[in-house]
């Protein structure tokens, strides 16, 4: 079965300075997707970004990245300039690909990472 | 717009009580649905999920149980709450299986407390 793990449950960052979450993952398959999903105090689920396993290239939205290591299964989150408003859970997720017959696609989720910013 | 609507926000409820909680979508036709369960401390644990009307998939066996009477509509139910059933709910909702899958859309989530 497919394994998600957030080593770190706690994580501070200063505001302006970056931080990395770290995230692995554990799979037979060679294709699916990896997420980044924050949760702030208001407990909604957010997306932050996303990864498909044949892309190479490292998925990037404004402040955030991700470095991605197939091999190593491994899926890390850079967050840039961090800003107080990026206070919150962090979950990483990862999903098969849908198919008929087979894998609904689920998500499966690690423990996640709390980040607090410091002002 | 795709939306979805999850209720109610918070309940509380005595040991042995039912429990119904509802999650419905708009703007999408035939999505797969899904019930999770966060606990603190150990992240989302999926419950349910459901690739069409009256196709409920169980994850974990317990005291709930889950139905789809209509195709944008999911229900959690209980028929008698366990102080173990405390925790945040939360609905969501992904496109159907067309071979390439994207992240699921959450609702805000129900914090149950059974006292």
């Known amino acids: 079965a497919q394994t998600v793990t957030q080593s770190q449950p706690e994580m501070s960052v200063q505001e302006a300075e970056t931080v990395t979450l770290s995230c692995t993952y554990d799979t037979s398959e060679s294709d699916y997707y990896l997420f980044w999903y924050k949760q702030p105090p208001s407990r909604q689920m957010i997306l932050v970004i996303r990864q498909e396993a044949y892309k190479q290239q490292n998925a990037t939205e404004n402040r955030f990245s991700v470095n991605f290591q197939k091999a190593a299964k491994s899926f890390s989150l850079k967050i840039s300039d961090s800003q107080l408003g990026d206070a919150a859970m962090y979950f990483c997720a990862y999903r098969e690909t849908m198919n008929y017959g087979g894998s609904q696609g689920n998500l499966i989720f690690g423990k996640g990472t709390k980040l607090s910013v410091k002002p | 717009s795709q939306t979805i609507h999850q209720w109610p926000a918070t309940l509380v409820q005595p040991v042995g009580s039912p429990l119904s909680l509802e999650c419905t979508v708009e703007?999408?036709?035939?999505?797969?649905l899904y019930w999770y369960r966060q606990a603190a401390g150990r992240g989302l644990q999926l419950l349910f999920y459901s690739v069409g009307i009256g196709q409920i998939s169980s994850e974990v066996p317990q005291n709930l149980s889950a139905s789809r009477p209509q195709d944008r509509q999911f229900i959690l139910s209980s028929k008698k709450l366990l102080l173990s059933d405390s925790g945040f709910y939360l609905c969501?909702?992904?496109?159907?299986?067309?071979?390439?899958?994207?992240?699921?859309?959450f609702g805000q989530g129900t914090r149950l407390t059974v006292v």
């Open positions: 703007g999408t036709s035939n999505p797969n």
């Open positions: 969501a909702w992904s496109v159907p299986p067309t071979g390439r899958s994207t992240e699921a859309f």
